[in-house]
């Protein structure tokens, strides 16, 4: 069996990330799927000064360890301003300063929600770009737009948007 983190980059308690990432998550067959939230990693805000006074923090080296320990990775991305949530960009700064290559090639499922039409996609264009520099093997990726019309009950509504999603999980599947 496989070991599939979900991870949403968000630290909203209601995070629809969360929700989108667990969901796909767990689609997969023959999967352990093992869901992380921001807020169990106590993260302060990095800062070179911190790092040097104090060192990195243990739930940065934790948080790395559950992806470096995963066969494959669901990530799904807040948009907060056109970029990264502040939660999510803390934490990714935080493990980069252990290790640049903080994805280790892990198969991953990259995707982005929000309540609106663009569902997050300018996020995700960011994430594209700069996760492949880190070691992220991107193996699918999918904006998936307006999460509140189109995940109702945790159920896809949009027959289209669930036939793309599930494209997307069948790609993450046969890298796995």
Same mark, same amino acid.
């Given at each position: 069996m496989k070991k599939v983190i979900a991870l949403g980059g968000s630290n909203s308690k209601n995070s629809i990330n969360k929700m989108l990432a667990v969901h796909t998550a767990n689609i997969l067959?023959?999967? =352990?799927v093992k869901v992380l939230d921001l807020n169990e990693f106590s993260l302060p805000l990095y800062?070179?000064?911190?790092?040097?006074?104090?060192? /990195?923090?243990?739930?940065? &080296?934790?948080?790395?360890?559950? /992806?470096?320990?995963?066969d494959g990775?669901?990530?799904?991305?807040?948009? &907060?301003?056109?970029?990264? +949530?502040?939660? @999510? #960009?803390?934490?990714?700064d935080w493990m980069s300063r252990i =290790?640049?290559?903080?994805? $280790?090639?892990?198969?991953?499922?990259?995707?982005?929600? $929000?309540?609106?039409?663009?569902?997050?996609?300018?996020?995700?264009? /960011?994430? #594209?770009?700069? @996760?492949?520099y880190m070691g992220g093997n /991107?193996?699918? =990726?999918? +904006?998936?737009? $307006? @999460?509140?019309?189109? @995940?109702k009950d945790g159920v896809i509504t949009d027959e289209e948007l669930n036939k793309q999603l599930q494209s997307a999980v069948d790609k993450l599947q046969q890298a796995l």
């Open positions: 067959k023959d999967a =352990d800062g070179i000064d911190l790092e040097t006074e104090k060192g /990195i923090p243990q739930d940065a &080296h934790n948080l790395l360890q559950e /992806i470096k320990e995963a990775v669901v990530l799904s991305l807040a948009e &907060h301003n056109g970029a990264y +949530s502040t939660a @999510f #960009k803390n934490a990714f =290790d640049g290559k903080l994805w $280790s090639e892990t198969p991953m499922l990259l995707l982005a929600t $929000s309540p609106g039409a663009r569902g997050g996609a300018t996020v995700l264009e /960011i994430a #594209k770009g700069r @996760f492949p /991107i193996i699918a =990726d999918l +904006s998936f737009p $307006s @999460f509140y019309d189109n @995940f």
